[in-house]
């Protein structure tokens, strides 16, 4: 495979830093095929594991290291995905992949933290990960190592164990999945500018801190959606919430049921997004899905699993900026 480890290596030369330099593609690799970030680091960490099990002549036989390590690693998510799927099946309530950090998020701030390596593009957007959930784990493998990173489908077929010609086909069927989902492809660049995504993410925030039934209705699209995901370890509303009216209500009484939060604006997988802060500590990360002025999905992970990346020390907003009456708390949302 393509890998910045170069077409070969001089065996004398396998030192850590060879090797190691291979962790920040493996884990944006593994991330957008599993959805989770921890997951990922595992998948990593095994691939390095088999690496390093091998007797140091069959590692100076590898022609790429890096190239070694991402088939390995693929192969590794492949099963993941597979064994996902039953597990899923018995999630309580809703699945949302593992929300990301963004820089100047607050969390990911120690050296080589998994957050710090992912590269934050249109394929890391929730919206888009989301509709990778609704592939099969062959397709979602040879669409995303094609479609986003590229790979010739030669090399995927030694990964899913397929020829060429069916992985062709399987990231096809995957293209049709993202067209029918109209969700946009990994290298479209949004309509709405980052400044217009921001100030609509603020005003949400705003009309929700203010109990503003009316305005979050406006913001809403009428058809919208919000999902929540606690995993059954938190409170968490167990089907989706449709509609931007009855969004609004569960909103104003969510707010009413978690006071004394604060609500912070923070990039959440690329984009503007919102963390519910309890005395410091992150209990809720919302994204966003945004359609020209309005929002169309809400995904708000509660599932303090999904939220160890987020953990943060208590900040001090400055008075009136970023302290909420409470719209998402322990129990809430």
């Known amino acids: 495979m393509n890998t910045s480890s170069g077409p070969g290596h001089d065996g004398s030369e396998l030192s850590l830093g060879v090797i190691t330099g291979e962790r920040r593609q493996l884990i944006n690799v593994a991330y957008r095929l599993l959805g989770s970030l921890t997951e990922a680091e595992d998948a990593v960490q095994e691939a390095y594991a088999r690496w390093y099990a091998m007797p140091r002549a069959q590692q100076e036989a590898v022609a790429s290291p890096g190239a070694w390590l991402t088939t390995v690693a693929s192969r590794i998510c492949l099963d993941l995905l597979g064994s996902a799927r039953v597990r899923r099946e018995r999630y309580v309530g809703e699945w949302i992949p593992e929300p990301l950090p963004g820089r100047g998020a607050g969390a990911g701030t120690v050296p080589d933290d998994p957050a710090d390596l992912i590269t ?27 479609d986003v990173f590229r790979y010739p489908f030669a090399e995927i077929a030694d990964i899913v164990g397929r020829t060429p010609a069916a992985c062709r086909q399987l990231a096809s069927s995957a293209r049709r999945r993202v067209t029918a989902a109209q969700a946009p492809p990994a290298t479209a660049v949004t309509a709405v500018t980052a400044a217009e995504q921001a100030g609509l993410v603020r005003n949400f925030k705003r009309a929700w801190e203010a109990r503003d039934i009316e305005a979050l209705v406006g913001l809403l699209d009428p058809d919208a959606a919000m999902v929540a995901d ?87 907003p400055a008075p009136g900026r970023d302290t909420a009456p409470g719209p998402a708390g322990p129990g809430a949302v």
């Open 120 to 146: 934050l593009d249109e394929s890391v957007s929730m919206a888009f990960l989301v509709v990778l959930e609704s592939m099969t784990p062959a397709e979602r493998v040879a669409f995303v190592l094609h």
């Open 230 to 316: 606690g995993g059954g370890l938190v409170g968490a509303v167990l089907r989706p919430v449709e509609g931007s009216r009855r969004i609004a209500q569960y909103l104003i009484h969510i707010a009413d049921k978690a006071p004394g939060l604060t609500l912070l604006e923070r990039p959440v997988n690329g984009r503007p997004g919102l963390v519910a802060q309890h005395t410091g500590v992150t209990v809720t990360v919302a994204a966003f899905d945004l359609t020209g002025d309005r929002v169309a999905r809400i995904w708000a992970v509660r599932n303090p699993e999904k939220l160890r990346a987020w953990t943060e020390k208590p900040e001090n």
